[in-house]
């Protein structure tokens, strides 16, 4: 198997960061590929640690923004890439750092594991002019982001991944594709926007509204939402999308979720989700 080994690999990995830094050269040109195969005028990385998917990015030509937490790491950046005018550092924390880019970006990144799914949801919920998302999780995070009903990992996050995007798995990592070695298998996805997907606007109220229906997983439907709407328009509900009484979240498929959300705001909003 080949390695990438750039200088900027002595760059100390932080567990507090989350940090697994990739070093499998194969999965390196995959990923770049599949941000690159985007046609948008812009790319955006998110944690790009040593930069061994910062440079082949760069080579491309295209303008890069690079959100970056660790402070090490950005002077290694600056090292490596500082001199090129379509290099464009950015500290801070993905997950809140502001990001007024006009866009449509190409967006990439290893993310940590500890802050993943924080990050992608921002994604998700819209202000941020994506066009493309290629993003490496924890396994498990990226099973649950493909779960289907009924199936365990099938969750607030799956849904809402799926009602905005076309999702893609590109490639399984083991642990010995990163230095250190995580404890955990890694996998990549390809985020594309769905045409007619649901309108970003509405997406905070919408996952609010999914984790009230997932509160109480083993809880029918109309039980989780029995503070919301009432027994009565609970049921109502259901058989208007027509639904048994006694269904659970996790059977109903993503398809439904958007018909469910907007009978329910009829009646009485649901309480936005922390991201």
């Not at 199936?151 to 995007?165: D, N, R, T």
């Amino acid at each position: 198997m080949e390695y990438c080994q750039p200088d900027a690999l002595k760059l100390i990995p932080k567990k507090r960061f989350g940090q697994h830094f990739l070093v499998q050269a194969s999965a390196i040109r995959a990923i770049t590929e599949a941000a690159l195969a985007s046609r948008a005028p812009q790319l955006l990385e998110i944690g790009p640690g040593p930069g061994v998917l910062t440079g082949p990015l760069l080579a491309d030509g295209r303008p890069l923004w690079a959100v970056e937490l660790d402070p090490d790491a950005l002077a290694v950046l600056d090292q490596r890439f500082g001199g090129l005018s379509h290099f464009h550092p950015v500290a801070g924390d993905a997950v809140e750092v502001p990001l007024e880019l006009a866009g449509p970006l190409s967006v990439v990144g290893n993310l940590p594991y500890n802050a993943a799914t924080a990050i992608l949801t921002r994604f998700l919920l819209g202000g941020i002019p994506w066009e493309r998302m290629v993003f490496m999780f924890q396994l498990e995070v990226g099973q649950k982001l493909l779960g289907r009903p009924g199936e365990k990992e099938y969750g607030p996050l799956s849904i809402l991944a799926q009602l905005s995007c076309r999702l893609t798995r590109l490639m399984k990592l083991g642990p010995g594709a990163f230095r250190p070695a995580p404890k955990v298998d890694s996998a990549v996805l390809l985020f594309e926007p769905r045409p007619g997907a649901f309108p970003p606007a509405q997406r905070r109220a919408l996952l609010g509204f999914l984790h009230t229906s997932f509160a109480h997983r083993r809880k029918t439907l109309a039980n989780n939402w029995h503070g919301t709407t009432g027994p009565e328009r609970a049921r109502g509900i259901l058989a208007e999308a027509g639904l048994p009484a006694a269904i659970r979240a996790e059977a109903v498929p993503p398809e439904v979720w958007p018909t469910l959300f907007n009978l329910t705001l009829s009646h009485a909003p649901f309480d936005q989700a922390s991201t």
